[in-house]
Nanobody, 128 residues
Framework: HVQLVESGGGSVQSGGSLRLSCEASSQAYSVYCMGWFRQVPGKERENVARMYVANEDKKFYSDSVKGRFTISRDNRARTLYLQMDQLRPEDSATYFC?????????????????????WGQGTQVTVS
């Protein structure tokens, strides 16, 4: 079956850290682009980090998290990670893992939610 399952969310104080995990079924894991998005009620889903899975050099971050968040993956475990350090209250959101299994002929990974066809159910992160 096709499935992405996030875990690792929770409540943390400002300045703390969390590590999110996204376990993918074999049909959901992409060798192309996978990423992390976040969303708060009333706002659009926002990309915070994405990477080209087959090329670890191709990682992209939003300005708001650059230098604080790190995206990585374990191909053998079919798992995508998001290490979040120096967390701030404005990082509070539901975080979603996303997979794009479309070959687009470029090392760039899409920034928009519409670029990704598979999604997890989300995990809540609260920073106080």
């Amino acid at each position: 079956h096709v499935q992405l399952v996030e875990s690792g969310g929770g409540s943390v104080q400002s300045g703390g850290s969390l590590r999110l995990s996204c376990e993918a079924s074999s049909q959901a894991y992409s060798v192309y682009c996978m990423g992390w998005f976040r969303q708060v009620p009333g706002k659009e889903r926002e990309n915070v980090a994405r990477m080209y899975v087959a090329n670890e050099d191709k990682k992209f971050y939003s300005d708001s998290v650059k230098g604080r968040f790190t995206i990585s993956r374990d191909n053998r475990a079919r798992t995508l990670y998001l290490q979040m350090d120096q967390l701030r209250p404005e990082d509070s959101a539901t975080y979603f893992c996303a997979s794009d299994r479309t070959f687009r002929g470029t090392w760039d990974c899409g920034l928009e939610a519409s670029d990704y066809g598979l999604w997890g159910q989300g995990t809540q992160v609260t920073v106080s």
